[in-house]
């Protein structure tokens, strides 16, 4: 049953009930516990707090001993920004490749699976699908995140990813809305802009997130993107026009809002987390993220204290706090009747949320996937001697990381062991010379066959043109595209695999040496 503490006021519970922070280490602290005890309604997971399954598992559970309908959310996206699996990748390639596969049951099967290993680690709400269309190539931060550039494509993925999540009994977050795909800012570092019309946004950033609605998502992400033709002042998160106008009245949303992480720059630079979290609650957020970078009980309070101030001082009506807080505790309840029709000998009546006791583990279906989203140029016999991999590596965006591995070379080891690899690049590629860059692997390399990953080649001119000076030395290298598939092919043989998941680089393993294991 759910614990609260008789001290707690009503007011301080709803400011409380809004927030989803996060914590440090993969057991939860005392601080947190008690504040669950006083009327958090949710907890937020990252990587750092992810050892096993098991671990999570457990973890889960003690958060559910202090409250038994606490919302534990997660950003897990698959492919390139796992959770689950940060420390050895995702066994589920990302949206790029199931959008370039363009199968919507095969997107469906791989967000029900997904959904299963959440459910039944304990976690109620991820924080995906990401709907937004990646219509800027250049696009820092959202590339093969997204299904593609395609609004009428990534509309219907979308919608499947969101019946197949639910359908195991987690609830759908859809990000990043109005739509983050137009932009050449990550918003972690600074406010993106996108200056395009009305017409524009309904018809492309648009068509994605009314088909999330349409399915049932359950909540929606916000964006920390200022977008002057629906609100000149104030970015997405902020925005009563966005928020309440667009998004509540316009498009009919009626759950809850979820603010992207309040610690990003583009807000926390420009407004402050405190002041930032009480425009976003007063322009019809319900939820405010936070805990990726800020995870201790102090932000928690200041936060708190900020938002019971501000209804204090007239500045939030209490009523919009309350209805927030109310929305919140919906959405825990949803998922805790879900979670009881999924025990043995329950009649299910949630419909789109049988939960998981209904749903049979499905444990290839990442790698079927990641196979069949291979696209193959060029022509060489399979390897059968150990290569050298040399991985072009750009610094990571803060929403993948850098803790993840990611490649092929691990995969290569496996089919063909001996094989060698290097990285290239990395934290000094602003100041790479790519000739020298070449000059240093064509040396590593020695004789054997050179295996060139790139992510994103056509973004990065370092890594372009220092695998131009290899090609021209080497031309029987062979090429592995793990980001979006932009740049024209090359190489001998040239693999887009569209993600960078560990699955991907096992799919691209497969064809290099023409065998599966």
């Given at each position: 049953?759910?614990?609260?503490?008789?001290?707690?006021d009503?007011?301080?519970r709803?400011?409380?009930?809004?927030l989803?922070?996060?914590?440090?280490?993969?057991t939860?602290?005392?601080?947190?516990?008690?504040?669950?005890?006083e009327?958090?309604s949710?907890?937020?997971?990252?990587?750092?707090?992810?050892?096993?399954?098991?671990q999570?598992?457990?973890?889960?559970?003690r958060?559910?001993?202090?409250?038994?309908?606490v919302?534990?959310?997660?950003?897990?996206?698959?492919?390139?920004?796992?959770?689950?699996?940060?420390?050895?990748?995702?066994?589920?390639?990302g949206?790029y490749?199931?959008g370039?596969?363009?199968?919507v049951?095969?997107t469906?099967?791989?967000?029900r699976?997904?959904?299963?290993?959440?459910?039944?680690?304990?976690?109620?709400?991820n924080?995906?699908?990401?709907?937004?269309?990646?219509s800027?190539?250049?696009?820092?931060?959202?590339?093969?995140?997204?299904?593609?550039?395609?609004p009428?494509?990534?509309?219907?993925?979308?919608?499947?990813?969101?019946?197949?999540?639910?359908?195991?009994?987690?609830a759908?977050?859809t990000?990043?809305?109005?739509?983050?795909?137009?932009t050449?800012?990550?918003?972690?570092?600074a406010?993106?802009?996108?200056?395009?019309?009305l017409?524009?946004?309904?018809?492309?950033?648009?068509?994605p997130?009314?088909?999330?609605?349409?399915?049932?998502?359950k909540?929606?992400?916000?964006?920390?993107?200022l977008?002057?033709?629906?609100?000149?002042?104030?970015p997405?998160?902020?925005?009563?026009?966005i928020l309440?106008?667009?998004?509540?009245?316009e498009?009919?949303?009626?759950?809850?809002?979820?603010?992207?992480?309040?610690?990003?720059?583009?807000?926390a630079?420009?407004?402050?987390?405190?002041?930032?979290?009480?425009?976003?609650?007063?322009?019809?957020?319900?939820?405010i993220?936070?805990?990726?970078?800020?995870?201790?009980?102090?932000?928690?309070?200041r936060?708190?204290?900020?938002?019971v101030a501000?209804?204090?001082?007239?500045?939030?009506p209490?009523e919009?706090?309350?209805?927030?807080a109310?929305?919140?505790?919906?959405?825990a309840d949803?998922?805790?009747?879900?979670?009881?029709?999924?025990?043995?000998?329950a009649?299910?009546?949630?419909?789109?949320?049988p939960?998981?006791?209904?749903?049979?583990?499905?444990?290839?279906?990442?790698l079927?996937?990641a196979r069949?989203?291979?696209?193959?140029?060029?022509?060489?016999?399979?390897?059968?001697?150990?290569?050298?991999?040399?991985?072009?590596?750009?610094?990571?965006?803060?929403?993948?990381?850098?803790?993840?591995?990611?490649?092929?070379?691990?995969?290569?080891?496996?089919?063909?062991?001996?094989?060698?690899?290097?990285?290239?690049?990395g934290?000094g590629?602003a100041?790479?010379?790519?000739?020298?860059?070449a000059?240093?692997l064509?040396?590593?390399?020695?004789?054997?066959?050179?295996v060139?990953?790139?992510?994103?080649?056509?973004?990065?001119h370092?890594?372009?043109?220092?695998?131009?000076?290899?090609?021209a030395?080497?031309p029987?290298?062979?090429?592995?595209?793990?980001?979006?598939?932009?740049?024209?092919?090359?190489?001998a043989?040239?693999?887009?695999?569209?993600?960078?998941?560990?699955?991907?680089?096992?799919?691209?393993?497969?064809?290099?040496t023409?065998?599966r294991?």
């Open positions: 049953m759910t614990t609260l503490v008789s001290t707690t009503t007011l301080t709803d400011a409380l009930a809004v989803q922070p996060g914590f440090l280490g993969t939860a602290p005392d601080w947190l516990l008690r504040r669950l005890g009327g958090l949710s907890v937020g997971l990252f990587g750092r707090n992810i050892a096993s399954p098991d999570l598992a457990a973890l889960t559970e958060l559910r001993a202090e409250r038994d309908d919302l534990v959310a997660i950003d897990e996206e698959g492919g390139d920004v796992t959770r689950l699996e940060v420390r050895h990748g995702s066994s589920f390639p949206n490749a199931l370039a596969v363009d199968d049951d095969l469906r099967a791989v967000a699976e997904l959904g299963r290993r959440l459910a039944e680690c304990g976690v109620n709400l924080w995906a699908p990401s709907a937004d269309v990646n800027n190539q250049d696009n820092p931060v959202i590339g093969v995140r997204s299904f593609g550039a395609v009428a494509l990534v509309a219907r993925h979308t919608a499947a990813y969101v019946e197949g999540l639910q359908s195991a009994g987690v759908a977050c990000k990043h809305f109005p739509g983050h795909g137009d050449s800012v990550d918003s972690h570092h406010m993106p802009r996108i200056d395009v019309d017409d524009t946004v309904h018809a492309r950033d648009l068509l997130f009314r088909a999330a609605i349409a399915a049932g998502s909540s929606v992400m916000s964006a920390h993107i977008l002057p033709a629906l609100d000149p002042d104030r997405a998160t902020l925005s009563p026009q309440t106008g667009l998004l509540r009245e498009l009919g949303f009626q759950g809850p809002i979820v603010t992207d992480g309040m610690e990003m720059r583009a807000i630079s420009a407004y402050g987390i405190e002041r930032g979290s009480v425009l976003a609650i007063a322009a019809g957020a319900d939820a993220c936070v805990g990726g970078g800020l995870a201790d009980e102090e932000t928690v309070l936060l708190r204290d900020a938002l501000a209804v204090r001082n007239g500045e939030l209490e919009r706090l309350a209805d927030a109310a929305r919140v505790r919906g959405l949803w998922t805790r009747r879900v979670r009881g029709a999924s025990e043995p000998g009649d299910s009546q949630e419909g789109t949320a939960g998981t006791a209904t749903i049979a583990p499905d444990p290839e279906i990442g079927v996937a069949r989203a291979v696209r193959v140029t060029g022509g060489a016999e399979p390897l059968t001697e150990a290569p050298y991999v040399a991985a072009f590596t750009p610094v990571a965006n803060i929403a993948v990381g850098d803790e993840t591995p990611w490649g092929v070379a691990a995969e290569l080891g496996r089919l063909l062991p001996g094989t060698r690899t290097g990285s290239y690049g934290a590629e100041g790479t010379d790519p000739a020298a860059l000059g240093e064509l040396a590593a390399a020695g004789d054997r066959t050179i060139a990953v790139v992510r994103d080649a056509h973004r990065h370092w890594m372009s043109e220092a695998l131009d000076a290899v090609l030395a080497r029987g290298t062979v090429v592995v595209e793990m980001g979006v598939n932009e740049a024209e092919p090359r190489g043989l040239h693999i887009a695999t569209h993600g960078a998941a560990r699955v991907c680089g096992r799919a691209a393993a497969e064809v290099i023409g065998r294991e």
